[in-house]
T-cell receptor, first 115, second 113 residues
Framework: DQQVKQNSPSLSVQEGRISILNCDYTNSMFDYFLWYKKYPAEGPTFLISISSIKDKNEDGRFTVFLNKSAKHLSLHIVPSQPGDSAVYFCAASSHGSSNTGKLIFGQGTTLQVKP | EPEVTQTPSHQVTQMGQEVILRCVPISNHLYFYWYRQILGQKVEFLVSFYNNEISEKSEIFDDQFSVERPDGSNFTLKIRSTKLEDSAMYFC???????????FGDGTRLSIL
């Protein structure tokens, strides 16, 4: 049951360049999307979110784009820094009948930013 | 900044034993969650908890699992009779209000021998 998919297990970019992480979803009921960053031996740390009523949300170096028709979202990091090296998870939830806030996660993408 | 804390950071238990994982959510949060991540796999939802009752549980959360908020600050996950396949990282999360980002603890690594 892969409702949220991150098809790239890893990504490597040079410091200062743009990092683009992608995420696809299949459940059309999803209406709230989040990106988390995770370092080894730590829990996921919230980065940025977007509601389905928007197609873009920006917070400093991080921008999330949502394409509802394609059921696709992406996270852009500009400029990338070595400290951004981590595993990035896309997550989604739905405002369905249960509406419990349950998050469905993608498999994660390991980002390496080279100095 | 307030944070979710989990104890212990690592728990080693014999198969068939009971284990309790503890979490202290952020103090003014009302929605609580447990997730787990088996090594090499994605983070999976286990259970959500609100107003002193389970609001949703996954297929993984069978009769061997239970959650409790024994007082105003702790939130626990109990596994009654552990199996080898319960070995995983268990993450607690909290949020408030509902449609806001969940904040995660650093997890408990559960190793079943």
């Amino acid at each position: 049951d892969q409702q949220v998919k991150q098809n790239s297990p890893s990504l490597s970019v040079q410091e200062g360049r743009i990092s683009i992480l992608n995420c696809d979803y299949t459940n059309s009921m999803f209406d709230y999307f989040l990106w988390y960053k995770k370092y080894p031996a730590e829990g996921p740390t919230f980065l940025i979110s977007i509601s389905s009523i928007k197609d873009k949300n920006e917070d400093g170096r991080f921008t999330v784009f949502l394409n509802k028709s394609a059921k696709h979202l992406s996270l852009h990091i500009v400029p990338s820094q070595p400290g951004d090296s981590a595993v990035y998870f896309c997550a989604a939830s739905s405002h369905g009948s249960s509406n419990t806030g349950k998050l469905i996660f993608g498999q994660g993408t390991t980002l390496q930013v080279k100095p | 900044e307030p944070e979710v804390t989990q104890t212990p950071s690592h728990q080693v238990t014999q198969m068939g034993q009971e284990v309790i994982l503890r979490c202290v959510p952020i103090s003014n949060h009302l929605y609580f969650y447990w997730y787990r991540q088996i090594l090499g796999q994605k983070v999976e939802f286990l259970v959500s908890f609100y107003n002193n009752e389970i609001s949703e549980k996954s297929e993984i959360f069978d009769d061997q699992f239970s959650v409790e908020r024994p007082d105003g600050s702790n939130f626990t996950l109990k596994i009654r009779s552990t199996k080898l396949e319960d070995s995983a990282m268990y993450f607690c999360a909290s949020s408030d209000p509902l449609r806001t980002p969940q904040h995660f603890g650093d997890g408990t690594r559960l190793s079943i021998l």
